[in-house]
């Protein structure tokens, strides 16, 4: 069942480790989540036509090198400026993560807006994915995915004049076809908006998933590797428009990263026509 989320009052702030969905000191918030009660109100929306979007598998912030480092994630992050950021595969307060919101630090760091969105608790805290944005979306939802190696989760933000999604598909393909009939509900949602679709689908572009997602989306990201990082041979992180949305696509790469995360990051500058 997907729960939308409208937000007022909200204000992200440095150093307090506060997002939409979930913070260290705010585990209650799962009984909110659980019993989908709603936040109502609105705030101000993204409104630029030209938009830079990134979607990066940070590995739950540990590199290759074995080092925990959400301030290189950031940097990352940073260096391209981007006004949406999928990510995936970020604890909030597990054991492992040594009880930090890491959505939340990367947020910090790289100067956007943190939401969150769990798929399982796990050692003693959440694992899931997340969309940082320069703006606060006006509304969220969050809504659960199959996936029998482990639950996986669907988050959308819907701003003014875009609406972002994020995802990271089953390992199961069976799961992850699935799963493309939920993602096909938030083009009934968007109510004309243009979506924008990304993830570490892990599904190669030939597979049936991608090749379903194509009857709605067009993909916009390089056709280049991404996983490993190391030595990429493997494409399965896209990014994807919905279809029917005028656009031009003016940049698309697999960025350069080895180290910071097991996935380089992808990115996409497109602009929007009227």
């Known amino acids: 069942m997907s729960v939308v989320y409208t937000i ?23 009984g909110i989540l659980a019993a989908g009660f709603i936040i109502s109100g609105s705030l101000n929306a993204y409104a630029d036509k ?12 540990v590199g290759l090198d074995g080092k925990r480092d959400h301030n290189r994630l950031a940097e990352v992050i940073k260096a391209y400026n981007p006004h949406f950021v999928g990510i995936q595969e970020v604890d909030s307060c ?4 040594n009880h930090t919101y890491v959505l939340g630090d990367i947020a910090e760091a790289a100067g956007l807006i943190p939401t969150y969105a769990p ?3 796990y050692d003693g805290g959440l694992y899931g994915i997340g969309i940082l944005s320069k703006n606060m979306p006006d509304s969220v939802s969050r809504t659960p995915l199959p ?9 959308v933000a819907y701003f003014k004049d ?52 194509s009857r709605y989306f067009k993909i916009v990201s390089s056709e280049a590797p991404t996983f490993p990082a190391d030595k990429p041979n493997e494409r399965i992180d896209f990014i994807m428009v919905s279809n029917g949305t005028q656009f031009t696509v003016d940049s698309a790469e697999v960025v350069p990263e080895k180290i910071a995360s097991d996935h380089r990051p992808i990115l996409v500058t497109l602009t929007l026509q009227e």
Not at 16 to 26: T, Y
Not at 178 to 204: C, Q, W, Y
Request: proline residues 4%; contains cysteine; glycine residues 2%.
């Open 119 to 121: 798929a399982i608790k």
């Open 162 to 213: 875009v609406v972002v999604a994020n995802s990271h598909l089953s390992l199961t393909p069976e799961d992850a076809l699935e799963s493309v009939k939920i993602v096909k509900t938030i083009l009934d949602n968007a109510k004309n908006r243009p979506v924008i679709f990304m993830g570490d689908l892990n599904s190669h572009p030939d597979s049936p998933v991608i090749e379903e997602l």
């Open 50 to 61: 030209t938009i830079t979007v990134m979607s990066y598998n940070v590995h739950n912030g």
């Open 94 to 97: 597990t054991n492992r993560s």
């Open 8 to 30: 007022t009052n909200f204000t992200w702030k440095k150093n307090s480790a506060k997002s939409i969905f979930f913070d260290c000191n705010m585990k209650n918030i799962l």
């Open 147 to 155: 996936g029998r190696e482990e639950q996986r989760a669907l988050i």
